[in-house]
């Protein structure tokens, strides 16, 4: 039903020429199924791709709220959004503060919450703010450049055991030890600043035993350290309840994630909350009282389709899960 619908809905987009800066917008407006009046939450707004096809399905009275931690995010959207006028309304803050964003926006309930996870185009495609090694930059990575430590930070501070535990659980990179202690060894000499030093320095290490590779050998690093310094995946099982907990009964939650640690902990929190029961087996009747609040919509994540991943390739990893609230 879904994949039907989101199909009729990339047709009608393409027909009327409409961008395709989203990730799965089609797949992701056949699950939410916004209509005239309603209200929605962008929770991760970026460049506001999402919150623009949301607005145009919500017309003529309809509204969207988007959050975004990055606040020039907010701004270029708020920007790029304004012809619809105080129908979208732009917050900077955290989407795991949903339920306290959404007090302050006057909202009580809302009737879906869409949140693309991850780093965001204006993020990755800005040489200046360090998420990319395709361009030698300070070595920032904060979502917000406002407050918290960078990844410089963490490069020139923690020590070899801190440093592979980051590398091993957030990036999976099967070489954390000694990309570590390169990167102690080599701080001693020059403080490690920049995209370039870094990738560099992890290239080295990783191709000395590794020989040829699929992906840039620096990919993963980079990856761990962005998720540390924005602590990505421990806020994501608190932000799925608190979106369920902002939606209406029959509102929707969509969260596209783009790897598999992202992917896992959606998965775990929705199918917690879609779960009436967690007694132990064995109990002849239930004594937790507990009863779901959600039922699943995706027992499979959606995927992008093939017509999409040749148009825009960073939408490869892309996975769509959701959930309606009951």
Do not use: Y
Not at 306 to 314: A, L
């Amino acid at each position: 039903m879904i994949a039907e619908r989101a199909k009729a809905i990339e047709t009608s987009l393409e027909a009327s020429g409409a961008p395709h800066e989203p990730v799965l917008v089609a797949e992701s407006l056949a699950l939410l199924a916004p209509g005239p009046g309603m209200t929605f939450v962008d929770a991760t707004l970026g460049p506001g791709g999402h919150a623009e096809a949301l607005l145009d399905r919500v017309a003529p009275d309809g509204r969207v709220i988007g959050i975004d931690r990055d606040p020039r995010a907010v701004e270029f959207a708020t920007r790029r959004l304004a012809r619809f006028g105080d129908r979208f309304v732009g917050l900077p803050g955290d989407h795991r503060d949903i339920e306290g964003l959404c007090r302050e926006a006057g909202l009580a309930a809302v009737d879906g919450v869409l949140a693309d996870l991850g780093i965001s185009s204006l993020q990755l495609d800005d040489p200046a703010r360090g998420f990319s090694f395709q361009h030698d930059a300070p070595l920032d990575m904060r979502m917000d450049t406002t407050s918290g430590e960078t990844a410089a930070d963490l490069v020139a501070t923690l020590d070899d055991r801190a440093l592979a535990e980051i590398l091993a659980r957030w990036g999976e990179e099967r070489a954390a030890r000694r990309i570590a202690r390169a990167i102690v060894r080599e701080r001693t000499k020059a403080p490690i600043a920049t995209t370039g030093q870094l990738a560099s320095l992890v290239a080295r290490v990783v191709a000395a035993t590794s020989g040829r590779f699929r992906i840039h050998p620096a990919t993963r690093t980079f990856q761990a350290l962005r998720i540390a310094v924005n602590r990505e995946i421990e806020g994501l099982p608190s932000f799925v309840r608190g979106a369920c907990a902002v939606l209406r009964t029959g509102g929707r939650l969509a969260a596209i994630s783009f790897h598999s640690l992202e992917d896992r902990a959606v998965k775990v929190a929705m199918r917690e909350l879609a779960q009436p029961c967690v007694c132990p087996p064995g109990l002849p009747v239930c004594s937790c009282g507990r009863t779901a609040t959600v039922r699943l919509l995706t027992p499979r994540p959606i995927v992008p389709s093939e017509h999409e991943t040749r148009r825009n390739p960073r939408a490869r990893s892309a996975r769509l899960r959701g959930v309606e609230k009951i």
